[in-house]
């Protein structure tokens, strides 16, 4: 079986300083996975190269074989690769209902110009229902109908991870996403996540630097130092591993 | 069934344009300004499609109304087409340059791409202004022909008289209009606000957003062709200081006034930023003066336009969400 998705010497420099150096790693089996390093370990990088925001210098990327990198994050986005950002994004305007809505929504220019004369209500209707539950998942039912600028910082970047969800993704990618959350709300989002995780059974990739909280919640750990990758394994063996307690984890 | 904000403004406005025949039946000129000011909702509503929606600002709009107004002219006056052909061609001469000018413009930086829709617009106005045999040049296009009469039974509708014009008008900016409400209502108008609120995530949602800016571009400047169109039409005649690059700001300053991302901003713009000069006619050489402290007011007091400034008295008063913007 083919691994979902294939990193293979990835290389990336900005003017005179290697971000991503050769890098590769491999996730092949459905499961939740952390990426963690050092400031300046390529993670970010990594990441914007995984999500098609950057081109790498050399190397590939491969998601479920086909190759994805330099494709632009709308096509993966349409091919099932749902991300979050490094600073959480929301449509403030929009409700929190048809923020999650809109991630449910196909954007493919023709459904959407042809929708205007075929409404299909049942089918909005059904994704109503799943956004209402996932929105009540995260406690943020009651707010469904508050525009998400009223939403705070925290509540803002749950908002921002259900509505990955709502496009069915085939990978989820996550960027960072205790920064900012009070202790409480970390605790719904990891109950949150795990939820989910088992609902979907997909690969879960989280960039973090919340290391109890990443180490409770991923099944593998990859650490990346100075644009390499150092280890990939099991939290306990991550943590025990010389090698990263000297670059990392002090 | 309780009925939002957005939808009894549109009534009453729609209400109002369909009467407005008979309540100013007796009195040509106010008939004469209010079709003037539908010539100009038409464009309003192609930038607030483009601006107010998608978040794009262009300062060179004029100059594609000037395109479809001078296609719809030549094809009626000089091939002889008819009526409604010649506005589609108008219509598709000025969405196809948008196509032209949207390929390569449209994946530079939002400040880029106002300085080139404003250089576009300048573009044009030379060519309208130096295309002697064309366009007439300076002197612009004359005697260009009204549509013919309707006849439905004994009935008979001359689109030639003033208020058969304000009628014909009416229709097309009403057609406009429903382009409109059901384009921003729709998946396609989602997206287009998504990319005005930030276009990362939008992409990150699968929006392709050069695409859909594309189509909205086109989508504006074909409609704005319409209204230069018309605006030929009514004046009897084409002129290059019509679609000059102060038109474009004009065009803009209607929908910033009326509220753009409001779905009736670019109608209670076109009708304040035209009717509202010549209202003031009473104060003579003082008018325009008037009319700056009004915008200046407006500038400090409802940024975001008339229909923002009603939105807040509407929440104030029913302490509730206006849904005056609001597409679901």
Do not use: W
Not at chain 1, 20 to 48: C, E, Q, R, W
Not at chain 2, 148 to 161: C, K, P, Q, T, W
Not at chain 2, 228 to 237: D, E, Q, S, T, Y
Request: net charge neutral.
């Amino acid at each position: 079986m083919s691994a979902i998705l294939e990193v293979s010497d990835i290389s990336k420099s900005y003017g005179g300083i290697q971000a991503v150096n050769g890098a590769s790693f491999t996730l092949d089996h459905p499961g939740i996975y952390g990426l963690i390093g050092p400031n300046g370990a390529g993670k970010t990088t990594m990441f914007d190269i995984i999500c098609g925001r950057q081109v790498p210098d050399a190397g590939k990327v491969l998601f479920h074989s086909s190759r994805v990198d330099g494709v632009e994050p709308y096509k993966l986005a349409r091919q099932g690769l749902a991300r979050t950002f490094q600073e959480c994004r929301v449509l403030p305007e929009e409700t929190c209902l048809d923020n999650v809505l809109f991630a449910a929504q196909s954007k493919r220019m023709t459904s959407e110009m042809l929708q205007v004369f075929t409404r299909n209500t049942k089918h909005r209707r059904d994704a109503e229902v799943e956004a209402r539950r996932l929105l009540r998942l995260i406690n943020l039912e009651q707010y469904a109908d508050q525009p998400a600028s009223d939403l705070s910082y925290g509540q803002r970047r749950l908002l921002e991870i259900v509505s990955c969800f709502m496009s069915k993704p085939r990978i989820l990618l996550l960027d960072e996403p205790a920064s900012g959350i009070n202790p409480t709300l970390l605790n719904t989002l990891r109950d949150f996540l795990v939820e989910l995780y088992e609902e979907t059974k997909i690969v879960f990739l989280i960039v973090e630097h919340n290391m109890e909280f990443i180490m409770s919640l991923a099944s593998t750990i990859i650490v990346m130092h100075q644009g390499r990758v150092l280890m990939q394994g099991a939290p306990e063996q991550v943590q025990a591993d010389e090698s990263v307690i000297d670059a990392y984890l002090g | 069934m309780k009925l939002p904000l957005s939808t009894i403004v549109t009534i009453v406005i729609l209400a109002f344009g369909a009467l407005a025949p008979f309540i100013f039946g007796g009195q040509p000129y106010i008939l004469y300004v209010l079709t003037l000011a539908l010539c100009y909702t038409i464009p309003a509503i192609g930038v607030n499609i483009l601006y107010g929606y998608t978040g794009l600002v262009s300062l060179g709009h004029m100059g594609f109304a000037g395109v479809g107004a001078y296609t719809t002219a030549l094809l009626m006056k000089d091939v002889g087409l008819p009526f409604v052909p010649s506005l589609f061609g108008g219509m598709f001469a000025a969405g196809f340059l948008g196509f032209l000018v949207g390929i390569p413009c449209l994946r530079l930086r939002s400040h880029y791409f106002i300085i080139v829709t404003l250089a576009v617009g300048m573009i044009l106005f030379t060519l309208f202004n130096n295309l002697d045999g064309l366009t007439g040049g300076a002197e612009g296009l004359p005697g260009i022909p009204r549509p013919g009469n309707i006849e439905i039974g004994s009935f008979v509708l001359d689109f030639r008289s003033l208020t058969g014009f304000y009628v014909l008008t009416f229709i097309i900016a009403a057609l406009i209009f429903g382009l409109q409400y059901i384009l921003v209502r729709s998946d396609f108008g989602r997206s287009l606000s998504s990319l005005r609120q930030d276009e990362s995530l939008a992409a990150a949602r699968g929006v392709n957003v050069f695409g859909h800016k594309l189509a909205a571009f086109v989508l504006s400047t074909a409609i704005a062709g319409v209204g230069g169109a018309m605006k030929v039409l009514f004046l009897r005649a084409a002129a290059p200081l019509s679609f000059d690059m102060n038109e474009s700001i004009n065009l803009m300053m209607m929908l910033i006034l009326g509220g753009a991302g409001y779905l009736v901003g670019p109608v209670i713009g076109a009708i304040t930023f035209i009717a509202l000069p010549e209202f003031l006619r009473v104060a003579a050489e003082m008018r325009l003066i008037f009319f700056g402290f009004v915008l200046l007011i407006l500038a400090r007091f409802a940024p975001r336009g008339i229909c923002g400034a009603a939105e807040v008295a509407y929440r104030k008063l029913t302490n509730k969400e206006a849904n005056v913007v609001r597409y679901t």
